[in-house]
DNA sequence: CCCTTAATTAAGTGATTACTACAATACACT
DNA sequence: AGTGTATTGTAGTAATCACTTAATTAAGGG
């Protein structure tokens, strides 16, 4: 259930959409394998790779198996990325900030060109 | 930018140790490659992976790369999780819902062996 | 111009991935 | 037991990955 397995997992564009189909509800092996242009042994293996970074679970019901979402493996995930946004937009916003309070003086106010009061 | 390379950059721990580094502020490349067991020459591949996914960005000052976080790529990732997860929370709840309401009736009503009522 | 520093690119290697076709398992119905 | 259905396991293969060392580009200073 690491990090280095949920993403790996999720970078598999079919199993991203077997998640997706997976969002409506638990679905057979079968039922997730119909769409699909690809063998029932491949999404079988793609399943397995789920289910080791613990992004699903699978249960018998006589010959199928069941699919269903893990929602605790998501919740990390979602968490990590969040928390590396957050940071980073805190920082963009303070420094957006920062460069808000201390433009104002840029130029035409201390150019040397303009200061010579030369006339008295 | 796409997804598949998001996720695929977020895979590997050493790519996400980078962006942990990076949370805290911009980074030259040398600097993101000291601490790391690596060459400079993988971290400078680890970058690569990391700009083609969206990730980061990279400037040059004098003979230095500077690397900078990309907020977007992260919202975006951070978005697709957190709507798996959102939507799938969601379900689970009003599947308790329902559960707390309906458990009370369950067999026993409608077995067919025991309504041959021949009592008569 | 030559040398150092910072970083990237190129080539090569061993490990892993995604797929297919075929074989094996598990359960239900007769 | 024997057949059909749902699913998983097992080679085998072509492609991709993470890494190393060696060569290359680019900027600055003598």
Redesign the interface.
């Known amino acids: 259930m690491s990090?280095?397995h949920v993403?790996?997992a999720?970078?598999?564009?079919t199993r991203?959409a077997i998640?997706?189909r997976?969002?409506g509800?638990d679905k057979t092996a079968g039922e997730l394998a119909e769409p699909l242009p690809i063998s029932r042994s491949a999404v079988s293996q793609h399943l397995k790779v789920l289910e080791t970074a613990g992004l699903i679970t699978r249960s018998k019901s006589a010959q199928q198996r069941i699919v269903a979402?893990n929602?605790d493996a998501?919740?990390e995930?979602?968490g990590?990325?969040?928390a590396?946004?957050d940071?980073?937009?805190q920082?963009?916003d303070s420094l957006d900030r920062i460069l808000a309070e201390e433009v104002p003086t840029d130029t035409s106010t201390t150019d040397p060109s303009t200061t010579d009061r030369t006339a008295d």
Chains 1, 2 share one sequence.
């Open positions: 990090m280095d993403f790996a999720l970078a598999d564009p991203r998640i997706d997976l969002r509800g979402l929602a998501l919740t995930a979602a990590w990325l969040q590396a946004h940071e980073w937009q920082r963009f």
